[in-house]
Nanobody, 114 residues
């Protein structure tokens, strides 16, 4: 299984970006798909999750600003990020999970300037 992220970049505070994660298989075959992020010296943190059922959860810092979604026809996971803040600067990773299996993308850098 391959997960390939794209869409990162540099944006000013208050701006928007949309991250994409193209999967090499049907996204509905994963129990869940998630977006994580990581900054240097810190642990990777969960940003948003979408379960097979469609149930969605967000980390508190991004609630109301970020939206996770999937396009089953394109086997792609998205993260729409609005009202970006400098503290959102991180490498963002796509993740997919089935019992006993974890799949990670290579990461895409998001930088938000003040």
């Amino acid at each position: 299984v391959q997960l390939v992220e794209s869409g990162g970049g540099l944006v000013q505070a208050g701006g928007s970006l949309r991250l994409s994660c193209a999967a090499s298989r049907d996204v509905l075959r994963f129990n869940s798909m998630d977006w994580y992020r990581q900054t240097p010296g810190k642990q990777r943190e969960l940003v948003a999750t979408i379960a097979f059922t469609g149930e969605i959860n967000y980390a508190d810092p991004v609630k109301g600003r970020f939206t996770i979604s999937r396009d089953t026809a394109k086997n792609t996971l998205y993260l729409q990020m609005n009202s970006l803040k400098p503290e959102d600067t991180a490498v963002y990773y796509c993740h997919a999970w089935n019992p006993g299996y974890d799949y990670w993308g290579q990461g895409t850098q998001v930088a938000v300037s003040p």
